[in-house]
């Protein structure tokens, strides 16, 4: 099914609904809608309807942007967001749980960062 839900901090039940939903949605879309959600024009920052992913307004799903860089040290913006070792030398401490700590800050700036 993907990733273990258990390392993540989620129930499996929410876990499990969660991927029924997005595999919905995507059974949904059409060729040219999931090529648009993959393809992130606007870059970084707020979306504001006319850049980044295009909305789906027949599914109900809002435009967003997604930071579209590389991002080895977490979100890819630097005035709004924690800069952290690249995965690699987070590997070199043989600490797994240190880079779900990291990832996990990563991913509540970015749900904060494109709301």
Not at 20 to 45: D, I, S
Not at 49 to 62: E, H, K, N, Q, Y
Not at 71 to 96: K, Y
């Given at each position: 099914?993907?990733?273990?839900?258990?390392?993540?901090?989620?129930?499996?039940?929410?876990?499990?609904?969660?991927?029924?939903?997005?595999?919905?949605?995507?059974?949904?879309?059409?060729?040219?809608?999931?090529?648009?959600?993959v393809?992130?024009?606007?870059?970084?920052?707020?979306?504001?309807?006319?850049?980044?992913?295009?909305?789906?307004?027949?599914?109900?799903?809002?435009?967003?942007?997604?930071?579209?860089?590389?991002?080895?040290?977490?979100?890819?913006?630097?005035?709004?967001?924690?800069?952290?070792?690249?995965?690699?030398?987070?590997?070199?401490?043989?600490?797994?749980?240190?880079?779900?700590?990291?990832?996990?800050?990563?991913?509540?700036?970015?749900?904060?960062?494109?709301k």
């Amino acid at each position: 099914m993907g990733a273990d839900s258990g390392r993540v901090g989620i129930s499996d039940a929410a876990y499990r609904r969660a991927w029924k939903r997005a595999a919905a949605y995507v059974a949904r879309m059409t060729l040219a809608e999931k090529v648009g959600q993959v393809n992130n024009p606007g870059g970084q920052g707020p979306c504001n309807g006319t850049d980044g992913v295009p909305a789906i307004p027949r599914l109900g799903l809002p435009p967003y942007n997604y930071a579209s860089d590389e991002g080895l040290h977490g979100l890819v913006d630097p005035f709004v967001a924690t800069s952290f070792p690249q995965p690699l030398a987070m590997a070199c401490s043989w600490n797994p749980e240190l880079a779900l700590k990291v990832y996990s800050a990563v991913s509540d700036e970015a749900r904060a960062y494109h709301k």
